[in-house]
């Protein structure tokens, strides 16, 4: 979004974001989020067939060190114990991802009863704890044998992922408090067909943007599938990584432009279509060298402009952008991996420009800002819109000590509890200026498989030791327990 706000409203409080004490409301859901790929492992147990990420992942020089899923954390078997650590935590929420082979080897047929009964005593484990369920039906795992058939680029993925979601609201459609269609399309068209960062591995402007739509109208197609056979009045949401653009000081018009070119691929090819009903016409102008649209056909959009519950926003970090002299290097300092493709069909034009620190050890910036301003900005678009932070979280170097009780292992991420204050802070500044905001998902809830960094980087909030697969609470797990048990933001003495 690239809509500014100013900084000196009375309700922003300390220019650090590190303020303490910012009550929450009731019904204001705290909890952390995790991923079917990243966490799960038992990659060919009970049936489960292969996805774009078993195949990505074991094609040599895609995945940093060789990593795979294949055991990941082993959440499979050990989602027991887990979920008994998020009672310790005392979270009110967990935002898990169903795998799609894990239900439908090949994205089509009848349900596997293995699949359908591991995620069906997960949601039972957490009712029993009284953790709210907030289910995703795609967090990037798409069956293989639907990539073979063209993937997102085809017009029938979109068809069965209807009957997936079906399937599922069948299964647990009296029990989950939020249907959650799609993780990030962004990253899934993007990442996936036009970089080829991420799976399926892909580098063709024009398949980006055929998967842009047919992830779209996955999304109208799974709530039109869902509603006629759950029983218990949740939830519907998506969940999107909105960029937050700013344009390079002193660029002027054509910063502006620039901002202009990457909010149209970014955020409005998804809010457009979703929440408007209509792919904006600049999209479409910028675009045009890459494809004429011919594959969004008439009554598309009203199926994709589902009413929804709840908006997801994922956030992370600010993007810097410019109009590129066409001369000098191109920098691409945009946050991804570079793998030779792009994911800006259109945007050749534009550079994106390293910002100042500090930065997590993903190289991403850390400001807080960003944030309020992201909830400000969907907040003015679309004001009757209510939202929720899926996921806001950071990756950093953790170190293991043994100054625990009796010698026992702990990890003091005093940056991680920084960052956590910071952005929990910017969120209470969205709720005082008047954003319905309804919860904050904190990502992750354990370390686990970073796609294609494998797991060279750690975002959870519980260290996994993947030879072992024990688990150590980190500070901020014992920071963000403070944070729900007492409701507001805790200080960070002892932790940060």
């Not at 008994?84 to 979270?91: A, I, K, R, S």
């Not at 691929?265 to 479409?284: K, S």
């Not at 003091?412 to 904050?440: E, I, K, N, P, S």
Request: glycine share 10%; hydrophobic share 40%.
């Amino acid at each position: 979004m690239s809509a500014t706000h100013d900084s000196g409203d009375p309700t922003t409080g300390r220019d650090d974001y590190r303020d303490t004490g910012l009550t929450f409301p009731p019904g204001f859901v705290i909890g952390s989020a995790t991923a079917s790929y990243q966490i799960e492992g038992a990659f060919d147990e009970d049936g489960r067939g292969p996805s774009i990420w078993d195949t990505f992942s074991h094609t040599p020089g895609k995945v940093w060190n060789g990593d795979t899923g294949d055991v990941a954390d082993d959440h499979y078997h050990r989602w027991e114990a887990d979920l008994d650590l998020m009672q310790e935590l005392g979270l009110e929420s967990y935002r898990f991802s169903i795998a799609w082979p894990r239900i439908q080897p090949t994205g089509r047929g009848p349900a596997l009863p293995e699949g359908i009964a591991f995620y069906s005593r997960l949601v039972d484990g957490l009712i029993a704890r009284g953790i709210t369920p907030i289910a995703t039906l795609y967090h990037w795992d798409l069956p293989q044998a639907l990539e073979d058939e063209g993937g997102w680029t085809a017009r029938s993925t979109a068809l069965a992922f209807a009957e997936y979601a079906r399937i599922m609201g069948e299964a647990l459609g009296d029990r989950i408090a939020v249907w959650t269609t799609l993780n990030e399309p962004w990253c899934s068209a993007y990442l996936g067909y036009g970089s080829g960062a991420h799976a399926p591995g892909v580098t063709s402007p024009e398949a980006a943007l055929k998967a842009v739509h047919h992830l779209n109208l996955a999304h109208g197609l799974a709530i039109e599938a869902l509603r006629p056979v759950v029983s218990n009045a949740p939830q519907y949401s998506i969940t999107l990584n909105l960029h937050v653009l700013r344009a390079e000081a002193g660029s002027g018009a054509s910063g502006a432009d620039a901002v202009r070119r990457i909010d149209a691929i970014a955020n409005r090819a998804f809010t457009g279509p979703l929440l408007h009903g209509a792919y904006p016409a600049d999209l479409f102008e910028d675009t045009a060298s890459v494809t004429d649209w011919s594959f969004v056909q008439a009554g598309d959009l009203e199926v994709i402009r589902q009413p929804i519950d709840v908006l997801g926003v994922n956030y992370y970090a600010t993007t810097v952008v410019r109009h590129w002299d066409g001369v000098s290097p191109r920098l691409m300092a945009d946050g991804h991996k570079d793998v030779g493709g792009s994911p800006w069909p259109g945007a050749d034009d534009v550079e994106f420009l390293p910002q100042e620190g500090p930065y997590t050890s993903m190289g991403w910036n850390i400001d807080p800002s960003g944030l309020l301003e992201l909830l400000l900005a969907l907040h003015e678009e679309f004001p009757s819109q209510p939202l929720m932070i899926t996921e806001n979280g950071a990756a950093f170097e953790d170190v293991v000590t043994l100054d625990g009780a009796d010698g026992a292992p702990r990890v003091h991420d005093r940056l991680r509890v920084d960052y956590l204050q910071r952005h929990f802070t910017a969120a209470h500044r969205a709720l005082a200026q008047g954003v319905d905001l309804r919860g904050y998902q904190v990502w992750s809830l354990l370390d686990n498989f970073e796609w294609g960094y494998g797991y060279s980087k750690r975002f959870g909030i519980i260290r996994v030791d993947y030879d072992t697969q024990d688990r150590i609470v980190k500070d901020s797990a014992l920071w963000l327990r403070r944070l729900i048990a007492g409701r507001s933001i805790p200080p960070t003495d002892g932790f940060a």
